[in-house]
């Protein structure tokens, strides 16, 4: 299962993390977030030892929402090394999501993550 992060310990996990980091910004009322969710748990049991995936509840956490910009969910960042690296709002293909980690942990080669 995917951990729950918030505005008081978004920073400390993303910044002290040694493996890249995908959060997902959703919202309980949110269809299609509802639909990332699956896609993310599974790819979930597939990269837990490589990459960290939260989830962050946009209407919960207004602090971190609005560092970052959340206008629209479900939306998806990136991060390595403590830095944001991508973005992506809506849903993605788990294919797809897993380019984008892929990249992040340069297995995925011709691909600039930025």
């Not at 690296?85 to 380019?99: A, N, T």
């Amino acid at each position: 299962m995917l951990q729950e992060i918030n505005d008081d310990n978004f920073e400390k996990l993303i910044s002290k993390s040694e493996k890249p980091v995908l959060v997902d910004f959703w919202a309980p009322w949110c269809a299609p977030c509802k639909a990332l969710s699956v896609l993310l748990e599974e790819i979930f049991s597939e990269y837990h030892t490589k990459v960290s995936i939260f989830k962050l509840n946009v209407d919960n956490n207004p602090k971190t929402s609005d560092k970052y910009g959340i206008r629209s969910i479900p939306t998806m960042i990136f991060f390595k090394n403590g830095e944001k690296k991508d973005i992506h709002i809506g849903i993605l293909s788990k294919e797809d999501i897993r380019k984008k980690l892929d990249a992040l942990m340069n297995f995925w080669s011709g691909s600039s993550v930025g």
